[in-house]
């Protein structure tokens, strides 16, 4: 019975000392930025994807269009002045905000095109319409997107409050790897394939509907892994996304048969459906990353 102390002592620094794995790092500045009707949130470390072989190789002229447009604007260099990405949305509105390397009094002289005017507000320049807009923060801290939501960041920051990522978002961004470059989350239906409703793909989308939330994370440090899990509203609805995704797999399998390469990353896929949870989780390394895009470009 003396040993009982002994024993009950070592339980508690075992957990004391033993540290559970730590979510994904999103910069404070632009998490208390974050609406609080958000339903989608994405985040991207455009810093560390920079020093990814991957991305060095095959990605670093990759184009998105939220983040284009704002480039395109500002005359930033994304390989030197942008360290991070967060894009919030409701479904329809949305914001994209920027923590990087700006000269706001450099910048804002040099955004001029047709239609645009440059609106003072509550100490700030909004560069756009009356629908959509950016303007800079700070020397650090940009955003672009809908002229409302900005100016209700604008209001709130100057009222000396934030907002800060919604608790049922901030639940699943938990959940994401901590070394994740890249990242998304969502809240019920707001997620849609871009594709053709009457394509196979198609049938996805009417899958999606019935989705509650989603997770996907990536790394792009040894050739890309990357983790999608959704949550359905029943068990029923998994099974049946799962089976379509093994479907869908198997036809790209068997299209990609006269390439080698490609159909190896097929089999690097793994569906896996937990009661009302689907998983799709990847795996190729870099060796293969590098063949695959090769046969592409």
Not at 121 to 138: D, P, V
Not at 247 to 272: E, M, Q, Y
Request: net charge positive; proline share 5%.
């Amino acid at each position: 019975m003396r040993s009982l102390p002994l024993v009950l002592t070592s339980v508690f620094l075992t957990f004391s000392c033993s540290h559970p794995p730590q979510a994904v790092l999103i910069d404070p500045a632009l998490a208390t930025l974050t609406p609080p009707d958000t339903t989608v949130l994405a985040g991207a470390r455009i810093d560390k994807l920079r020093e990814t072989t991957t991305y060095q190789r095959h990605f670093a002229g990759a184009h998105f269009t939220a983040l284009d447009r704002f480039i395109e604007e500002t005359g930033l260099d994304p390989q030197r002045d942008l360290w991070e990405i967060l894009y919030a949305a409701n479904g329809s509105k949305s914001v994209l905000m920027v923590r990087g390397r700006f000269s706001p009094t450099d910048l804002e002289p040099r955004i001029q095109r047709e239609g645009v005017t440059h609106t003072a507000y509550r100490g700030y320049t909004l560069i756009g319409n009356e629908n959509s807009s950016i303007f800079f923060m700070n020397q650090t801290t940009a955003l672009s997107g809908s002229t409302p939501v900005l100016m209700r960041i604008i209001d709130r920051q100057n009222g000396g409050l934030s907002y800060g990522i919604p608790a049922a978002l901030m639940t699943l961004v938990r959940t994401l790897p901590q070394d994740s470059q890249f990242w998304a989350v969502f809240l019920g239906n707001t997620a849609r394939l871009p594709v053709a409703d009457s394509s196979n793909l198609g049938n996805l989308n009417s899958l999606l509907q019935t989705v509650a939330s989603g997770t996907l994370s990536a790394n792009l440090r040894q050739g890309l892994n990357a983790r999608a899990v959704v949550t359905y509203g029943t068990d029923a609805e998994a099974k049946q996304t799962s089976d379509s995704l093994r479907g869908l797999l198997a036809i790209g399998r068997t299209a990609s048969s006269k390439k080698p390469d490609v159909a190896r990353v097929f089999d690097t896929i793994r569906v896996s459906v937990n009661q009302r949870e689907v998983e799709l989780a990847v795996n190729v390394p870099q060796d293969l990353v590098d063949r695959v895009v090769g046969t592409f470009k």
